[in-house]
């Protein structure tokens, strides 16, 4: 039950030292995010009173079409449904985007889930790692949690999390990167069994892992590598390395849920580090012990 | 508010009345028969009216159906709900002697049983 | 399909989605790898939890609450998961608990799923061609293993 005070108390969280470390590693956006049991007291009418509390650090506000709620389930094989739900029935309260215009951090309030945003931005942000991230969002929630309390609005019951890394990949001078994925990515090995009278243009790859705990399933780590271009050089052709590592917490609290984000990201650095090459890590200056 | 608690007033033979909705009837092919659904008893304090006390206000199952049109009724004894751990409460409600809750968590198991024991009062047409 | 990314436009993807490829540039390798069924069923149960979450309080003349979207959205999913092209349509049935069951019975299978929120659910199933079988009653979250065998039994039989 909720009493009012903070029910993730603020513990130093250190980073493990057995993690991959990079001094210029290549994220351009990280999420935290908590989906929780559907507030369904929460209505529009309550954001103003909600902004409130966090306007002075997100003098912003936007609304935003809602996100779906995700399930990672396991058992069967994954079959995409054809008819999504949501468009047969009114539509909820919307996503609501409190943020500082210009600034990196972001914060999103939907009936059933908070999450916050880092993302890089002109080249100007610095990454501030993930223990204070997970600092600010944990504070965010706490102050959320408050909220819901003294509007007597409902629990919180986060039924699951995620955390998603970015990374923008690119390779220095003018090598394509689609010519030179091996040098990128451990995944793909640049030999084909034929010679082809075509040219490779691009290439896109999807992953999935389950996560594991005493051997059974906790959730998934999806890996997605896309091709894209720099806004600022359409020329230059970049690699979009996406890893989301997202499942459900052991119980449905606060606590919990912060410790699947550490699990999470745990899991999103590991991989990061197994999909990509020794020689892109040198570029992005490992720092562990491990590589 | 009194607590939750079994007195036992209420005996194992009584017959407790639940109204069930047209969309909480199954046409259960293996029975060859429409039932209640087993969802229609998964309420944790679920209503019923104890017959008996209906009848010593001289009323019968007909007021458990009052301004309740289209609805059907079962009938099920309090001790099969009591020998699924469940409470009978006696709780009168104003306009409603006869108002009991059978509380406890019931699963598929327990509203099964509910359902397996439960008998028509009166079944609307489809 | 919306994400929870905010990202500054400092780069754009020049390729689609995996998920739109599957469905869009892909159609009869996805047809056949997922072996697509025939979704006539979703169609109809689709309505149904729509109506389910619409009902307002009371709706069982007792005080049962309507059903959650999120809970609906579950049992949405689950049944993505596991019907297949002839497993018989579920009958739709609004819980006084405020969940909704997804249940069957014929060809000598009961099989009910009660779900009142996302990854809490329970399963009933019993098979009435077994005199020996027990009936299941289970308690469920993420794993929908166990409805393996009694969708193959009502999907087969």
């Known amino acids: 039950m909720n009493t009012g005070t903070p029910h993730n108390t603020p513990q130093e969280v250190h980073r493990p030292s057995d993690l991959p470390d990079f001094d210029r590693p290549p994220v351009n956006e990280v999420i935290l995010s908590i989906q929780f049991a559907a507030l369904e007291k929460m209505k529009s009418a309550h954001i103003g009173l909600l902004w409130a509390r966090f306007r002075a650090q997100y003098p912003d506000v936007r609304e935003q079409v809602t996100i779906n709620a995700v399930f990672e389930t396991f058992g069967t094989p994954p079959q995409p449904g054809s008819i999504r739900f949501e468009q047969f029935l009114s539509p909820p309260m919307p996503r609501y985007w409190f943020e500082k215009s210009g600034m990196p951090d972001l914060l999103q309030v939907q009936q059933d889930r908070i999450i916050h945003n880092w993302r890089k931005h002109e080249d100007q942000s610095i990454y501030p790692r993930y223990e204070t991230l997970r600092d600010r969002f944990n504070t965010e929630v706490n102050q959320f949690i408050s909220f819901l309390d003294d509007e007597k609005i409902g629990e919180l019951r986060p039924n699951q999390c995620e955390v998603t890394y970015t990374n923008i990949i690119e390779l220095p001078g003018s090598e394509r990167v689609h010519d030179r994925l091996e040098k990128i990515t451990t995944l793909w090995t640049g030999r084909l069994s034929e010679k082809l009278d075509a040219e490779l243009e691009d290439a896109s790859a999807q992953l999935r892992f389950k996560l594991l705990e005493a051997g059974k399933p906790v959730g998934r780590v999806h890996v997605s590598f896309q091709p894209a271009v720099l806004q600022s050089d359409p020329s230059k052709e970049v690699i979009k390395l996406d890893i989301t590592a997202r499942g459900r917490p052991k119980h449905e609290t606060p606590e919990s849920a912060f410790d699947f984000l550490d699990l999470g990201r745990r899991a999103v650095v590991k991989t990061f580090a197994g999909v990509t090459t020794p020689s892109m890590h040198s570029m992005w200056g490992r720092t562990d012990d491990n590589g | 508010m009194p607590p939750d608690v079994d007195d036992g007033s209420i005996a194992d033979g009584a017959d407790l009345l639940r109204r069930i909705r047209p969309d909480q009837i199954v046409d259960d092919k293996n029975l060859g028969a429409q039932r209640p659904s087993s969802a229609a008893f998964k309420d944790p304090t679920m209503s019923v009216d104890t017959e008996p006390i209906l009848h010593q206000h001289g009323l019968d199952w007909t007021f458990t159906l009052r301004n309740h049109s289209g609805y059907s009724l079962v009938r099920f004894k309090a001790g099969v709900a009591r020998a699924k751990t469940l409470a009978i409460v006696h709780k009168p409600e104003p306009g409603n002697p006869a108002h009991t809750e059978v509380i406890g968590k019931k699963t598929q198991g327990v509203a099964n049983r509910l359902v397996a024991a439960s008998t028509w009062a009166h079944l609307e047409p489809l | ?157």
């Open chain 3, 1 to 157: 399909m919306t994400t929870a990314s905010a990202r500054y436009d400092d780069y754009r993807e020049t390729a689609p989605a995996a998920d739109a490829a599957r469905e869009s540039n892909f159609p009869n390798f996805a047809r056949h790898y997922n072996a697509e069924p025939e979704r006539k069923w979703e169609a109809a149960v689709v309505q149904a939890l729509v109506r389910l979450v619409n009902m307002p309080i009371g709706w069982d003349s007792y005080n049962a609450p309507p059903l959650r979207r999120d809970a609906a959205h579950f049992a949405l999913e689950i049944l993505q998961r596991v019907m297949r092209p002839r497993t018989p349509i579920p009958q739709v049935t609004p819980s006084a608990a405020g969940g909704v069951q997804l249940e069957w019975h014929e060809k000598g299978v009961d099989l009910e799923l009660h779900v009142t929120a996302p990854y809490q659910w329970e399963l009933w199933f019993r098979d009435l061609q077994d005199p020996i079988s027990q009936p299941v009653s289970l308690e469920l979250t993420d794993d929908f293993s166990e409805l393996k065998r009694p969708i193959a039994l009502l999907t087969t039989r």
